[in-house]
């Protein structure tokens, strides 16, 4: 109901305002209205003091309850001093909390400044949205466990400084940021579980340590350059796979102490093991010093093929060239006592001299009658004399030549009956005590090299064939071979024994090949 005024008429006593019952009628009504409002029959509990709104029992609360839908609306600038705990909570103007303020629903912010506007924590348990600029002065703490998640939607408007330096992560060793998405990227290392993927060029200025497999380049168009120069070995992780360089881009010059390798093709040469081949068929292999330098071999050397001399082939003083029965061909005629020389330079030296013993008649044959008292004299050449018997062991051997221009002679029991020159023969039987030619001795029954580490060698012309005629031969000395590879010396169809195995050699030694085999020797019985 609206107010009640009492009338109380015009003057005193005359008459004309409400009678008193009726006067006080509306006294009550005005009062219960008043109760009703501050509480029904019973006193409120709500003081008003000038403009203060207080309760009158210690700590009771005041509510604001308005019916249904209304709201409660402070017009004016409002301070709370205490706890603020509404449903909604609507400010228009400018609003400051002294004490906690507390929101369990929805909270919408035009523009929130916390300074020291807030004397206390502010506590917010659901969510808050800022619809303005959010400005937090002083220490900001994000969360209180970890737990709590922080969603930025929005762009990050400045850097992000830490508060020491050194001391603080982005992320850890199991949450991890997916990408990190940066122009430059300033550190004192950096440490990666996963892969790292640099768009643009990448710089380090300090010391790098990678681990793990490493891949540079995606293609043979990219390229390495290294300025600085390699503190440790360049090992592969796979022997005898890689190649440094190819055979279209190769590297210019190599510098090294020592080379070590199974093999080493250097232009048109290859050097395996202890051998030096040419790389092409019939292409000579030349050892040219320069100035007066010379071709120094220190110890033996066997020559299997040719060996081409431009300048001068010189043998140390008390060194020996074996020619391993073989022959020296192409001599020049001697011009000096110690020049070698040919076998028709020797003949006809010999011819001219047994020329001059027998008259200016003769020719390149002893003719008959012609008397020999020694084979040589001291120069080492054919004499004759006034004597016509040539004395050995068996006796008296008369010498000379028949029709034919054959050297023949005859003893008191054998007769050799022609003799030539080489590729003769003889159809009977002549008896001595030995035969020496160049590197053979022949005594009794007994063959002997005369040169020391010369091979006996038979070679039947043609097909022909070695025949022994008996049921056993006899390897007098053992061998071991040094290993199924051999030694510099091992030759094909060697064959050794020794107390546990027959060895035979099946090709010529090439300090790589296996070339010797074995078969056990069983036991007796």
């Known amino acids: ?76 600038a409002t301070t709370v001093t205490g706890g603020l705990t509404p449903d909604t909570l609507t400010v228009t103007g400018n609003g400051s909390v002294g004490g906690d303020f507390t929101v369990t629903g929805a909270a919408t912010f035009g523009s ?100 793990g497999n490493i891949t540079i380049g995606d293609a043979d168009t990219d390229s390495i350059n290294i300025s600085a120069e390699l503190a440790n070995d360049l090992i592969p992780n796979s022997d005898s796979l890689y190649n440094i360089g190819s055979s279209d881009k190769r590297y210019l010059t190599v510098f090294g ?60 003083s008390s060194q020996t060239v074996d020619m391993g029965s073989n022959r020296i061909q192409s001599v020049a005629t001697p011009t000096s006592s110690t020049d070698a020389t040919t076998k028709g330079y020797v003949d006809g030296l010999a011819s001219n001299y047994a020329t001059a013993a027998q008259g200016a008649t003769a020719d390149s044959a002893l003719q008959p009658s012609a008397n020999i008292s020694t084979l040589t004299n001291d120069s080492g050449y054919i004499t004759a004399s006034s004597t016509d018997t040539l004395t050995n062991k068996s006796g008296n051997v008369s010498m000379f030549t028949n029709d034919s221009g054959y050297l023949t002679s005859y003893t008191e029991a054998d007769t050799l009956e022609t003799v030539t020159n080489r590729g003769a023969t003889t159809v009977n039987t002549i008896t001595v005590g030995s035969v020496a030619v160049d590197g053979l001795t022949i005594t009794d029954n007994n063959i002997t090299g005369s040169r020391s580490n010369d091979d006996i060698i038979l070679d039947p012309a043609g097909t022909g064939t070695v025949d022994i005629n008996a049921n056993r031969f006899r390897v007098s ?8 590879v051999g030694a510099a010396g091992d030759q094909q169809g060697d064959i050794a024994w020794d107390a546990s195995y027959i060895y035979v050699c099946t090709a010529n030694y090439d300090s790589s090949s296996n070339i010797w085999k074995r078969v056990a020797i069983g036991e007796t019985w």
């Open 257 to 316: 102490d020592r080379f070590i390798g199974t093999s080493l093709e250097v232009g048109g040469l290859v050097i395996s093991g202890n051998t030096v081949t040419s790389l092409n068929t019939n292409s000579n292999i030349v050892l040219d010093p320069q100035g007066t330098a010379r071709v120094q071999v220190d110890g033996p050397m066997t020559v299997a093929g040719q060996v081409t001399v431009t300048g001068t082939l010189q043998v140390s």
């Open 1 to 76: 109901m609206s107010k009640q005024t009492i009338n109380v008429g015009t003057n005193q006593d005359d008459g004309t305002g409400d009678s008193l019952r009726a006067a006080f009628v509306k006294v009550n009504d005005n009062f219960t209205e008043v109760y009703n409002e501050l509480g029904g029959v019973a006193l409120s509990n709500i003081s008003m003091s000038g403009s203060t709104i207080s309760t009158d029992t210690a700590n009771s609360g005041i509510i604001i309850d308005p019916n249904g839908t209304g709201t409660i609306t402070l017009t004016g």
């Open 477 to 484: 000395n053992s061998k071991t071979p040094a290993s199924s």
């Open 112 to 211: 929130i400044t916390i300074g020291s506007t807030i004397a206390s924590d502010l506590d917010v348990t659901g969510a808050v949205t800022v619809g303005g600029t959010l400005n937090a002065n002083g220490s900001v703490n994000l969360g209180d466990t970890t737990g709590d998640t922080v969603t930025v939607t929005g762009r990050f408007d400045s850097s992000l400084v830490p508060s020491v330096t050194e001391t603080n992560d982005i992320g850890s060793l199991t949450l991890r940021w997916r990408d990190i998405f940066a122009q430059d990227i300033d550190g004192t290392s950096l440490t990666t579980s996963g892969d790292a993927t640099v768009g643009g060029n990448l710089a380090v200025t300090g010391n790098v340590t990678i681990g």
